[in-house]
């Protein structure tokens, strides 16, 4: 909900949400450990979600002029 979110304060609109129950395939929790990934290429990512929704959202609308 994060996401929905920052993308709703990013266009200043609200989501119109409707919950379903699990599909087949979703999957209701996930977790990923990176350390070893962050030590091998050396990348740490330091933009807050909020951040890069708001300028993903900035350059979407710039790029399809929307």
Known sequence: MDYIHAIERALGKRAEIEYLPLQPGDVP???????????AV????????EEGVARFVLWYREYYRV
């Not at 929790?29 to 030590?39: I, N, Q, R």
């Not at 050396?42 to 979600?49: L, Q």
């Open 29 to 39: 929790h996930t977790h990923a450990d990176v350390t070893e990934l962050a030590e």
């Open 42 to 49: 050396g990348y740490r990512p330091a933009t807050p979600v």
